[in-house]
């Protein structure tokens, strides 16, 4: 809350919504980087597998067709 010393002339309602609002912004961020890390080698995993078993497909493809 030191950052709001130069709201000083705001009234103290006030000057408290926008800590809190700047807290719960700070918050959200790293809950959304805590996803983000979590998720990025999962897609980067499935895009790979996905990647593979179409080039998979496209080898075995004219071999189904033989059946």
Same mark, same amino acid.
């Not at 918050?27 to 996905?50: D, E, F, H, S, W």
């Given at each position: 809350?030191?950052?709001?010393?130069?709201?000083?002339? /705001?009234?103290?309602? !006030?000057?408290?919504?926008?800590?809190?609002?700047?807290?719960?912004?700070? %918050? @959200? *961020?790293?809950? /959304?980087?805590?996803? !983000?890390?979590?998720?990025?080698?999962?897609?980067?995993?499935?895009?790979? %597998? @996905? *990647?593979?078993?179409?080039?998979?497909?496209?080898?075995?493809?004219?071999?189904?067709?033989?059946?």
């Amino acid at each position: 809350m030191s950052d709001n010393i130069a709201n000083a002339s /705001l009234p103290l309602p !006030l000057v408290l919504l926008l800590d809190v609002a700047s807290q719960l912004a700070s %918050a @959200v *961020a790293l809950v /959304l980087g805590y996803i !983000l890390a979590i998720n990025a080698p999962i897609i980067a995993t499935t895009c790979v %597998a @996905v *990647a593979t078993l179409e080039r998979l497909l496209q080898t075995q493809a004219p071999l189904l067709q033989l059946l």
